[in-house]
């Protein structure tokens, strides 16, 4: 199955690094406009770490200004994002995971963790170091086929939606 690009995105966690790096610079930028700076002004070192002084604040208060709304509008996103993965997910779930160094890799579930995170089988090595837990929207669920005996027909996804997000083929009444 292949991830579309919406998966992938949301699996990368662009987005988080987008929203505080955009706020945090332009809180940055709009702090030192408000300050007088002009780069010819670097030449004095009092204003110099005065800059810099304010560009640290500037920076920190940005990061802070982003958490808040960034849970509001942030949140509800990427709860979006993993139910149309396949979310939630529980013990023993086949998944396939997106993106890193294990993407395409298909495993089981095997435990639940802090917050809405997963644990899957990934190796041993992995378990010790805490490399196999992974968000919801890291990972799609695959559906189980032989349940109904059918094959997914959808197994690349169509216009914007993967397999997970696409029904099984239900078996028909004639076949055996």
């Not at 919406?6 to 505080?20: C, D, E, I, K, N």
């Not at 208060?61 to 396949?86: C, E």
């Not at 809405?116 to 992974?134: E, L």
Request: hydrophobic share 50%.
């Amino acid at each position: 199955m292949t991830p579309t690009c919406a998966q992938r995105f949301f699996a990368s966690q662009w987005l988080l690094r987008l929203w505080f790096g955009g706020i945090v610079l332009s809180a940055t930028i709009t702090a030192l406009r408000l300050a007088g700076f002009r780069v010819g002004l670097l030449t004095d070192w009092k204003l110099a770490g005065l800059y810099l002084v304010i560009t640290i604040l500037a920076g920190l208060l940005g990061f802070m200004l982003a958490i808040f709304p960034g849970t509001l509008i942030l949140g509800p996103l990427f709860h979006a994002r993993a139910l149309r993965n396949g979310a939630p997910f529980k013990i023993g779930d086949t998944v396939q995971i997106i993106g890193g160094c294990h993407d395409g890799r298909i495993t089981k579930v095997y435990s639940m963790w802090q917050g809405d995170t997963m644990r899957v089988d990934i190796g041993g090595a992995a378990k010790a170091v805490y490399q196999d837990i992974f968000l919801p929207m890291q990972l799609i669920k695959i559906q189980n086929c032989e349940q109904t005996g059918a094959v997914n027909p959808h197994a690349f996804g169509t216009f914007g939606t993967s397999a997970a997000e696409q029904p099984l083929v239900p078996k028909a009444s004639g076949d055996t």
